[in-house]
């Protein structure tokens, strides 16, 4: 009895036990390994369900509304007559069968399922999960709109009074004198209504590339190519203060509509912030790798944008002091800017194309192409009315919106004057937007205006809604 005890007491090995489970599974499936598995037709079916969802789900339904192409009755007898033994061609056909009528064949129903596997469906109504899913949605054809009907434009007045090349203009903010700076080292100020000098200031030594009344004091102020940046008191025709940093020219310069700084840009490749009062300067915005053409400034983002002839333009962050989008598209040198006066948009001119952009990312709008001179101006005004001036004479009148050039203009050079002085170094218009100011090399000053006996009917637009192409740059 003591042994028995002592033999069920004693412990069994871990190889004894996986010898035994091995001899009882041999054993058991000894007598059924020759046997074939009975086929279990639910469980294929359903395989086969998941394999065609998983790799044909997207094609498998036909579209709500869309209906399946029936061929004629002969081809459905013979089609239907053929049988097929592709598992998923069957499995397909059940499930577009169970959407579509009962009298459709199989053929039918699987020539409409190839039909139908398209990425891009035109037209493509509210679908719901089980439903067709393009994986591209298709495009309209991208078609000009019609282009607002403005009133051609024509020459009002030619002024004379500078002995060189007038290089730039600017109109003070209550619109009853403008400024204009020249080749001749002047300043001159003239009435807007009457055309007559009212003023000549003198003091830079070279010709005078930039000119901005200021709306916030009674101040004006001035660039040239004398490195000089120079503010005047109007009340007592003076300089009171100079801004000194740049390295050559000064070609551009504006002053921001809310804060007390003035920006300024020339050959040296930089534009140089400065505090209006105290003539510290603020920034240096270096960045360019020519000569920074043009720079505008506005209220909100960007604050301040150049151009330059390196081909690229640059938004710069005020506060921070550097660059935060620069724009390649251009191919040639960006010599001009505008900033529409309403929109949140602004147009650059160069060369190869006017382009149009949209704040604060800078996104591409469209090319406002057929200008194909080096254009060194743009103005623009709050009817959407956007003129690009050349070195040839030629000015160009366009649709902000649709960019379509709704009238051309040639200028005519003064008696005295030689063909090549016929270009047009600077434009802007007036406060109200009625009058266009063009500063040109015959050393004159040209004021045009809207023609008031012009209608729809009498000068229409010649457009027509023409399918075209938009170039990405």
Known sequence: MADTTTTTDRPISVHSLVFRSLKRTHD?????????????????????????????????????????HVKSTTETTEASGE??????TENTNETVNDTIPPTISNTDVTSTTTMSNALVVANKPQQTSNQLQALVSKKPASVMPKPQWHAPWKLMRVISGHLGWVRCVD???????????????????????????????????????????????????????????????LECNKVIRHYHGHLSAVYALSLHPT????VSCGRDSVARVWDMRTKAQIHCLTGHTNTVADVKTQAGDPSVVTG???????????????????LTHHKKSVRSLAIHP?????????????????????????????????????????DNVL?????????????????????????????????????????????????????????????YKEDETA?????PVDWAPNIFKRKRY
């Open 28 to 68: 058991l499936f000894l007598a059924n390994q020759n046997t074939p598995v009975a086929p279990d037709e639910t469980a294929d079916a359903i395989t086969r369900k998941i394999k065609a969802k998983d790799q044909y789900g997207t094609v498998l339904t036909l579209p709500k509304g869309m209906k399946p």
């Open 83 to 88: 049988a097929t033994s592709d598992d998923t």
């Open 171 to 233: 109109v003070e903010p209550a619109n009853e004198w403008f400024v204009t700076g020249a080749a001749d080292r002047v300043i001159k100020i003239w009435d807007l209504a009457s055309g007559t000098l009212k003023l000549s200031l003198t003091g830079h030594v070279s010709t005078v590339r930039g000119v901005a009344v200021s709306s916030r004091q009674p101040y004006l102020f001035s660039a040239g190519e004398d490195k000089q940046v120079k503010c005047w008191d």
């Open 259 to 262: 804060l007390d700084i003035l």
């Open 308 to 326: 330059s002839h390196d081909s690229t333009i640059r938004f710069w962050d005020l506060i921070a002091g550097r660059t935060y989008c620069t």
């Open 342 to 382: 309403k929109w949140n948009t602004m147009a650059s001119a160069s060369p190869d194309n006017i382009k149009e952009w949209r704040f604060p990312k800078g996104e591409f709008i469209q090319n406002l192409s057929g200008h194909s001179a080096i254009v060194n101006s743009l103005a623009s005004n709050a």
């Open 387 to 447: 003129v690009s001036g050349a070195d040839n004479g030629s000015l160009y009148f366009w649709d902000w919106k649709t960019g379509y050039n709704f009238q051309r203009l040639q200028t005519i050079p003064q008696p005295g004057s030689i063909d090549p002085e016929m270009g047009i170094y600077a434009m802007t218009f007036d406060q109200s937007g009625s009058r266009l100011i063009t500063c040109e090399a015959d050393k004159t000053i040209k004021i």
């Open 455 to 459: 209608t729809e009917q009498s000068h």
